[in-house]
Nanobody, 123 residues
Framework: QVQLVESGGGLVQAGGSLRLSCAAS????????MGWFRQAPGKEREFVAA????????MYADSVKGRFTISRDNAKNTVDLQLNGLKPEDTAVYFC????????????????WGQGTQVTVSS
């Protein structure tokens, strides 16, 4: 049974930083791309970042490019998201997800999801 568990969310002031982590279990994820998404109240879930199964390729939403960094450790089955320069509009529940194959930005293409972790940025 595949399980994804996010951690690291919290309340931070604008300009601050957080590091989110997602621990995956239930299978070997070495051939799976991993991604982070977020959903603010009243809005659809949106793509934030993704990383290839080998970790050599990454992609980011324009809104977070240059501020957020995604990384993964296949030995530990974890994927992290470093959030720097946080803005109030980054406030959302952040979800990690995995899919077999290449990176994608569409949430519907991901196979497994975590329960989410809340990030709140105060102005």
């Amino acid at each position: 049974q595949v399980q994804l568990v996010e951690s690291g969310g919290g309340l931070v002031q604008a300009g601050g930083s957080l590091r989110l982590s997602c621990a995956a279990s239930g299978r070997t994820f070495s051939r799976y791309a991993m991604g982070w998404f977020r959903q603010a109240p009243g809005k659809e879930r949106e793509f934030v970042a993704a990383i290839s199964w080998g970790g050599g390729m990454t992609m980011y939403a324009d809104s977070v490019k240059g501020r957020f960094t995604i990384s993964r450790d296949n030995a530990k089955n974890t994927v992290d998201l470093q959030l720097n320069g946080l803005k109030p509009e980054d406030t959302a529940v952040y979800f990690c997800a995995v899919r077999y194959g290449t990176m994608q930005s569409a949430p519907a293409t991901y196979d497994y999801w975590g329960q989410g972790t809340q990030v709140t940025v105060s102005s």
